[in-house]
């Protein structure tokens, strides 16, 4: 059984920095992050298999910085530049394949997410 707890959201300026975390247990390969503002869909922010290869989508790309330290089980998401647009829930997501097999909707492990406010 995988679990996942993110922390590390919160409020802040626009231009400002956040950091998230999230521990997971079990056997854990493609790990990322996925975000839901109010009223719209889910939206793939990054991922990262085991061995730290990264993918990133348009909204993060040059931005954020989404690492994992394998010995801990735990992912990372360094948030910089921030802009209201990145308000939203974000939650952290895995899976025990690669993630060249799944897409962010189809990941099968998800935390509770974290709540991030970015003020202008």
């Known amino acids: 059984q995988v679990q996942l707890m993110e922390s590390g959201g919160g409020s802040v300026q626009a231009g400002g920095s956040l950091r998230l975390s999230c ?13 839901q503002a109010p009223g719209k869909e889910r939206e793939g922010v990054a991922v990262i298999d085991r061995d730290g290869r990264a993918t990133y989508t348009d909204s993060s790309e040059g931005r954020f910085i989404i690492s994992r330290d394998n010995t801990k089980n735990t992912l990372y998401l360094q948030m910089n530049s921030l802009k209201p647009e990145d308000t939203a829930m974000y939650y952290c997501a895995a899976d025990r394949v690669g993630c060249q097999f799944v897409y962010y909707d189809t990941l099968s492990y998800w935390g509770r997410g974290t709540q991030v406010i970015v003020s202008s």
Do not use: F, K, P, T
Request: charged fraction near 10%; charge should be positive.
């Open 23 to 35: 521990v997971g247990s079990g056997n854990i390969y493609c790990m990322g992050w996925v975000r």
